[in-house]
Every structure is written in C-alpha cells, then in structure tokens.
T-cell receptor, first 114, second 114 residues
Framework: GENVGLHLPTLSVQEGDNSIINCAYS??????FIWYKQESGKGPQFIID?????DKRQGQRVTVLLNKTVKHLSLQIAATQPGDSAVYFC?????????????FGTGTLLAVQP | DTEVTQTPKHLVMGMTNKKSLKCEQH?????MYWYKQKAKKPPELMFV???????INESVPSRFSPECPNSSLLNLHLHALQPEDSALYLC?????????????FGPGTRLTVT
C-alpha cells in the first residue's frame, strides 16, 4: 500500500544532544524521500531529501539515512537546539503518471529540553 | 523570492457560505498543490495542478472546487462545507510536477466551519 509511517510519535532530547527520528515506508515504488519540519502555526519546511540511488545524504547539522532493504528512513540532527523543536514528517514520492504525489508519514514531535 | 503566500490566514464560515482560499507564488513554479491537514495529522493531498491543468484530484468532495487562473495563482472555492472540513489548508508549489522537484509550502489557511 501507500504508507509512510513513523515509529515514535514524541521524542524528547536535551539541548546539545543528537536526535534520531525514524520512519518506515511500505511502497517499494517510492524513489524520492523528503524530511519536513513543521513549527506550530506554520507550513511544512523542507529540511533535506534523498533519492533511492543513495543511502546517505548530509546537510548542515542534519543527515538522512535510507535503507531500502528494510524500507527505513532516518533523520539525524546533530547538537539539537531549542529552535529544532517542531513536528517532523517524512514523505515519500509516488509517481502518478507524469505527476508526483507525496505521501506523508504520521509525524514525530521533537521536544528539546534546555 | 522563495515564498508561497496564502490568504486569508484564518477563516470562519457557516455551512451555507461560499468563500475562497487564495495562494500565490512568484518562483516560476509550474506545479501547485492543495493539501488538507487536520490537527496532529500529516498533510493529505487534495489537488495537483501542472501547467495550469488539473492533474490529480484525490476524490475530493465537489464542495471543494479548485481553480488555477494562471501559473502564479491557485484558488480553492468552498461551498456548503461541513464542520468536519475544519482544518489547515496548505498550498504548495514546485518547479515541476514530477519527483525531481522539492515542494515549497505556504503557511496555510486555518478554516473553521460552524
């Protein structure tokens, strides 16, 4: 089916620690994955993406890992800061002909304790 | 300019009202999207426009009517809504409608149907 879901609905970390947010997907046809951050009262904001021909991609303080064998995606945030507090969604793309559809996971609330 | 704007920010309407949500982008993107997001849930795709033509309608009830007057504008016309339609309505745009392109989201319109 078309399902992208998360293991943990809430993650609480101390400021300065590293955070890991996990996501599982079920559709092998997805070839593009994105992590979005959504702060309260705002729309989702792109963090990082990865294509299925890669297993790791790094950005500034963030790393996305993709394990296609077990259909698992993770987002690692280094030195987590209070400004990182938000809901994080993974999303996988599904091509519908020439049009791409994003299927979002259920979301993880990241709470950073000072 | 990497911004998607949406108006109004908040809207309260009765079940017999007709109202419209508006979305605008000036990034030259040729794909635009409407999503519905209920509280503590991920965004769910409603419609996709590609090159000003409707390319995906996710079986949305006809009381929601999208319109793309030009490549920068996307409207969502609302008529005879139900209280369960209360949600955050998000607009997004991308350079193209296939999976090579990141979707940029607006801040959303918070809709309450009374």
């Amino acid at each position: 089916g078309e399902n992208v879901g998360l293991h943990l609905p809430t993650l609480s970390v101390q400021e300065g620690d590293n955070s890991i947010i996990n996501c599982a997907y079920s559709n092998s046809a997805s070839d593009y994955f994105i992590w979005y951050k959504q702060e309260s009262g705002k729309g989702p904001q792109f963090i990082i993406d990865i294509r299925s021909n890669m297993d790791k991609r790094q950005g500034q303080r963030v790393t996305v890992l993709l394990n296609k064998t077990v259909k698992h995606l993770s987002l690692q945030i280094a030195a987590t800061q209070p400004g990182d507090s938000a809901v994080y969604f993974c999303a996988g793309s599904l091509d519908r002909g020439a049009t791409n559809k994003l299927i979002f996971g259920t979301g993880t609330l990241l709470a950073v304790q000072p | 300019d990497t911004e998607v704007t949406q108006t109004p920010k908040h809207l309260v309407m009765g079940m017999t009202n007709k109202k419209s949500l508006k979305c605008e982008q000036h990034m030259g993107h040729r794909a635009m999207y409407w999503y519905k997001q209920k509280a503590k849930k991920p965004p769910e795709l409603m419609f996709v426009y590609s090159y000003e033509k409707l390319s995906i309608n996710e079986s949305v009830p006809s009381r929601f009517s999208p319109e793309c007057p030009n490549s920068s504008l996307l409207n969502l016309h609302l008529h005879a809504l139900q209280p369960e339609d209360s949600a955050l309505y998000l607009c997004a745009s991308s350079q193209g409608a296939d999976s090579r392109y990141e979707q940029y989201f607006g801040p959303g319109t918070r809709l309450t149907v009374t």
